[in-house]
């Protein structure tokens, strides 16, 4: 009886040693519960395999995401894949994430189009000891182990409002316009510039409108609003796609002038539009540092040197060290606001 339990008090001690790495032979569980730690120290899994998700594979922003992500992934001596839908699409998500769980990727890397829609199947992906990071817009918390965030998202939402404030003069009517209604990341930037909006009583918020991450539906919205509201003094687009759309429409709309755009775009997509006077400003971060960031913390994770916990340190290349902060966050840095006078010093 005595060996019996000895036996079993063994084997109970090697299983709770096994937890401890984030390797396949001892994958955590999908609610996290699993104990794991972490060895710093610990080298680059060989072999690595990494794959991108983004929101949608023809999107400019998320293809020079990717592209930095990649690009980290090949210094480490691993091999990088972009794969995703044709149009901003949660379920068609859901379908590659499946599909790269049964190759066996070391990583998914993802942008996810809704955070709860991508969540079982990023969740199964863990449970077979795959390394689950989010960027640019999250999913369920319990779907992944760390998030890569641009920058502060109230820093994002609230500059925006700021932006367009200081162009219309702190009144008048203005609209959002957004990409899809279930985006993490829009809506939470949505989410401070409302509160921002109520530090400015002479600015009005008529509409937020989605043009899902399209490019003829973001236009079509963009004509869409300015036909509704006469009075419309601004418009802010938190999206690559989105702004570049209401741009261009504007930029051949008699209200060119009368109606002030801002929002997030990269210089390459808005550098005429701000050389024509169609915008003054808008911001941004560096996409391929962002995925650079994120392809970091897919290695480390995959590798054991970190486990997503808060206070742990990534160590990421030439962008230095991020402390990793609650529920898994690793921020990039403050986004740069782009004007006439330093759009010509950025390629991207």
């Known amino acids: 009886m005595k060996h019996t339990r000895a036996a079993a008090l063994g084997a109970a001690l090697l299983l709770l040693a096994g937890c401890g790495t984030t390797t396949k032979d001892s994958a955590p569980t999908a609610t996290g519960t699993t104990a794991l730690t972490a060895d710093p120290d610990a080298p680059v899994k060989p072999g690595l395999e990494v794959a991108f998700v ?167 919205e963009t004509q869409a609003l300015l036909r509704s509201y006469p009075d419309l003094k601004g418009i802010i687009a938190p999206t690559t796609v989105g702004i570049s759309a209401a741009a261009r429409y504007l930029s051949t709309s008699p209200r060119k002038g009368e109606v002030a755009l801002t929002g997030l775009g990269t210089p390459n997509q808005m550098r005429r539009f701000v050389k024509d006077g169609t915008v003054t400003a808008f911001a941004l971060w560096d996409p391929e540092q962002l995925g650079y960031l994120a392809g970091h913390a897919a290695a480390a994770l995959a590798s054991g040197q970190i486990t997503g916990a808060e206070g742990e340190v990534l160590r990421a290349g030439k962008l230095g060290e991020r402390t990793i902060g609650r529920d898994g966050e690793v921020v990039l840095g403050p986004p740069t606001t782009f004007t006439a006078d330093n759009i010509d010093d950025y390629d991207f």
Not at 118 to 124: G, I, T, W
Not at 150 to 179: C, F, K
């Open 54 to 220: 983004p929101k949608e594979i023809d999107n400019p922003y998320e293809n020079l995401i990717d592209r930095g992500g990649i690009t980290a992934i090949a210094e480490l001596g691993g091999q990088g894949k972009e794969v995703g839908p044709s149009e901003a699409s949660a379920s068609s998500q859901v379908s590659y994430i499946a599909t790269l769980a049964q190759q066996g990727q070391d990583a998914i890397v993802i942008a996810a189009n809704d955070p709860n829609a991508v969540a079982p199947a990023l969740k199964d992906a863990m449970a077979r000891g795959i390394a689950v990071v989010t960027f640019d817009s999250d999913a369920a918390k319990d779907a992944r182990r760390v998030f890569v965030n641009q920058a502060d998202s109230e820093d994002i939402g609230r500059t925006q409002v700021r932006l367009l404030a200081g162009q219309i003069g702190g009144s008048g009517q203005i609209a959002i316009l957004s990409a899809t209604p279930n985006a993490t990341n829009q809506n939470t930037w949505i989410g401070f510039m409302r509160r921002e909006l109520a530090d400015h009583p002479g600015i009005e918020l008529v509409q937020v409108a989605y043009g899902d991450d399209d490019d003829q539906k973001s236009f079509q």
